[in-house]
């Protein structure tokens, strides 16, 4: 019976041996295997498998492929031959930039690249994990680094440059201008800790080269993307990260980890929609085997996450309605349930979020690819309720792809709801459809305007199509 090998990360089916592990028995032809299993290492389906040749085997049997080498030697994390994963999980992090909320924690990752000749840190830790850096490099026995690549100046990957350049006498700091501007700015390095490099310059470890991408706006204006040639590895830094504390290497549950991916997308980088078109442009003229960002786990099949990307960017969005909202006495949210009904029997997906107990990284997560918002508020000191200013702020500062905006909600005597949530969503390039407000509880002249702003949404959408 003939082995077959993934093609994305080398692992082999025996047939001999089956996959037990996945209900596979030892014997098992490759062809029998049902059409629903994957690589038990990379998560990939069968499509993805190719038949070893008799020339193939002798091969596999001098040569273990990197990633097998990776399974049975977790202890060092190493991607490939002489590049290792040497970042810090931070489990327990439940804020970012004291704003963003993080379910699953955050990693921030660096990685240690030994060429032949000099010896390459691609970014730091937060200066918090700098103790799991130093571990780290202690258990590989490094002794020296040449250069510390910064691709990006925030401080959850440069806070312990400082620490470095103490402990490894001689290393510089190799980034753009722009970059080495901000480091001195926020470490206070000196300018003779750096080696500034321009956009497609290279800089060789011997037997590997970096070569440095500027991918401006992901997240900052200095950042930059390093591409190690001879491995056809990314390092993105921010750029395709997703917050999660995890041990594992690589990407294995793929579904879990776009959603995180996604909610990073939303949080960090949807604002910049524009620039990443650009960038990942400009990607396209690299082979990239892996894609190691500086948040989460590596990727070893990159057009997971560039294939996502390209849809976040684009300018598709989904008949999909956002109700973000808050009520004090029900009257409001009288109103969001009857547009929540009225919009579902239009066929129209439709997400309450209330704001009181929301998660609001869901709500941007959402805010992806919703066609349509609809704020919801009582009248409150005069304008609309405090969680629904935020909520609006924050939505117009993450710059969504949001066609259509509605508000609705209910007041006592008067105010400017209306307007002052308007005015907050400047930056929106959404049509404000005409507010619904309601005097106290809806009457049926209410409802009948509730039923037309959602006639209203019903052909908006369907315009979309
Ligand atoms: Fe992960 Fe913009 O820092």
Partial sequence: MKKYRCVVCGYIYDPAEGDPDSGIAPGTPFEQIPDD???????????????????????????????????????????????????????????????????????YNAYLIEGSEKVALIDTVDPEMIEVLFDKLDRLGVEKIDYIISNHAEQDHSGAIPYILEEFEGAKVVTNAKCKNMLIDLLQLEEDNFIVINDGDELSLGDKTLKFIFTPWVHWPETMSTYLKEDKILFTCDFFGSHRAT??????????????????????????RKHIQKNIAKLEDYEISYIAPSHGPVYPRPELIIDAYKDWISDRVENKVLLPYVSMHESTKEIVNFLYQELTARGIKVIPFNLIETDLGHYAIELVDAATVVFGSPMVLGGAHPQVVYAAYLTNALRPKTRFVGIIGSYGWGGKLADQIKSLLVNMRSEILEPVLVKGLPKEEDFDRLIQLADLIAEKHQSLK
């Avoid at 489990?91 to 993080?102: G, Q, S, Y």
């Fill in 37 to 107: 299993w994957v690589c038990p290492v990379c998560g990939v389906t069968k499509d993805d498998f190719e038949p070893l040749e008799d020339d193939d085997i002798k091969m596999e049997e001098k040569v273990k492929p990197h990633k097998q080498v990776r399974n049975a030697d977790m202890e060092y994390n190493e991607i490939v031959p002489g590049v290792f994963y040497v970042g810090a999980e931070h489990w327990d992090r439940r804020l970012f930039d004291e704003l963003i909320p993080l379910p699953d924690g955050t990693s």
């Fill in 247 to 272: 041990n594992r290497l690589f990407v294995e549950d793929e579904y879990k980890v776009l959603e995180d991916a996604k909610r990073y997308y939303a949080e960090i980088m949807m604002p910049f």
